[in-house]
């Protein structure tokens, strides 16, 4: 006759702490060894392939960028080693799951609450970490001293107009550390006026005029791309920014006023 006995081991076994359980073990693990990964990974990477910075804005750009993706590497890495240890698992076949691959935290409140407070801190930081740098970002639209370029996309090139000096070009050119204000519109489609390495980009869409402004800090030749799908040869709506001295720029746009004066 069999007489089951329940043992202090046997009856132990289902509630054990689900932290104890292997697979939970090795998660743990994983999840410590990618974040790091991740997050260094992902913010050099993505960082280092935007180029130097031409303003202040894109210094801003470039650190928050580095901030989020290392605030967000420990939930990436959580679900990638969730992912990893799944995949790595023994597998089992037919309806009833054994008894180990129950875990407790399924279902357990305390377990959402802690990720419903931890996501919306994550949440609430974002937030904030952006709009200070957007404050910094329409700064240059108020100041006095700035100057104004009216800027007009369509398919697919940009157009740039001087006001008050009769210059149009397809190229940009700006003086070193003035700030200066773009009025951004379009003949046809939607665009979206994008100076790479000064973090600046909006809308240019036709019946409006939207607003822009940087102060280019740094001498040199930037890029200016079209970020709004804007048909065929949307990838080709490219041109540059020359930034240069201020007297290189007067003689620019004398050049460029005796140029189209005479034509
Ligand atoms: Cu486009």
Same mark, same amino acid.
């Given at each position: 006759?069999?007489?089951?006995?329940?043992?202090?081991?046997?009856?132990?076994?289902?509630?054990?702490?689900?932290?104890?359980?292997?697979?939970?073990?090795?998660?743990?693990?994983?999840?410590?060894?990618?974040?790091?990964?991740?997050?260094?990974?992902?913010?050099?990477?993505? *960082?280092?392939?935007?180029?130097?910075?031409?303003?202040? &804005?894109?210094?801003?750009?470039?650190?928050?960028?580095?901030?989020?993706?290392?605030?967000?590497?420990?939930?990436?890495?959580?679900?990638?080693?969730?992912?990893?240890?799944?995949?790595?698992?023994?597998?089992?076949?037919?309806?009833?799951?054994?008894?180990?691959?129950?875990?407790?935290?399924?279902?357990?409140?305390?377990?959402?609450?802690?990720?419903?407070?931890?996501?919306?801190?994550?949440?609430?930081?974002?937030?904030?970490?952006?709009?200070?740098?957007?404050?910094?970002?329409?700064?240059?639209?108020?100041?006095?001293?700035?100057?104004?370029?009216?800027?007009?996309?369509?398919?697919?090139?940009?157009?740039?107009?001087?006001?008050?000096?009769? *210059?149009?070009?397809?190229?940009?050119?700006?003086?070193?550390?003035?700030? *200066?204000?773009?009025?951004?519109?379009?003949?046809?489609?939607?665009?979206?006026?994008?100076?790479?390495?000064?973090?600046?980009?909006?809308?240019?869409?036709?019946?409006?005029?939207?607003?822009?402004?940087?102060?280019?800090?740094?001498?040199? &030749?930037?890029?200016?791309?079209?970020?709004?799908?804007?048909?065929?040869?949307?990838?080709?709506?490219?041109?540059?920014?020359?930034?240069?001295?201020?007297?290189?720029?007067?003689?620019?746009?004398?050049?460029?006023?005796?140029?189209?004066?005479?034509?």
């Amino acid at each position: 006759m069999a007489i089951e006995v329940s043992t202090p081991e046997n009856s132990q076994a289902p509630s054990a702490k689900w932290w104890k359980k292997a697979d939970v073990k090795q998660t743990l693990l994983l999840w410590i060894i990618l974040t790091p990964i991740i997050g260094y990974v992902g913010s050099e990477v993505q *960082v280092r392939s935007m180029g130097a910075p031409a303003s202040e &804005v894109m210094a801003s750009v470039k650190s928050l960028m580095r901030i989020f993706t290392w605030a967000v590497s420990p939930v990436a890495a959580l679900v990638a080693a969730m992912a990893l240890t799944t995949l790595m698992s023994k597998r089992h076949y037919g309806d009833m799951p054994p008894e180990d691959a129950d875990h407790q935290i399924r279902n357990s409140p305390r377990a959402s609450a802690t990720w419903l407070v931890v996501s919306t801190l994550l949440c609430l930081f974002a937030l904030i970490a952006g709009l200070v740098v957007q404050q910094k970002d329409s700064k240059s639209i108020l100041d006095a001293k700035a100057m104004n370029i009216n800027v007009t996309g369509q398919q697919w090139i940009w157009n740039f107009d001087y006001p008050g000096k009769g *210059v149009r070009s397809e190229v940009l050119y700006l003086p070193v550390d003035k700030p *200066v204000i773009f009025h951004i519109t379009s003949k046809d489609v939607n665009h979206s006026f994008w100076i790479v390495q000064m973090g600046i980009k909006m809308d240019a869409n036709p019946g409006y005029i939207t607003e822009a402004a940087v102060t280019p800090n740094k001498i040199g &030749v930037f890029d200016i791309r079209c970020a709004e799908l804007c048909g065929l040869l949307h990838a080709y709506m490219q041109t540059k920014v020359h930034v240069v001295s201020q007297a290189d720029y007067d003689a620019w746009l004398a050049d460029r006023a005796a140029l189209e004066g005479a034509a």
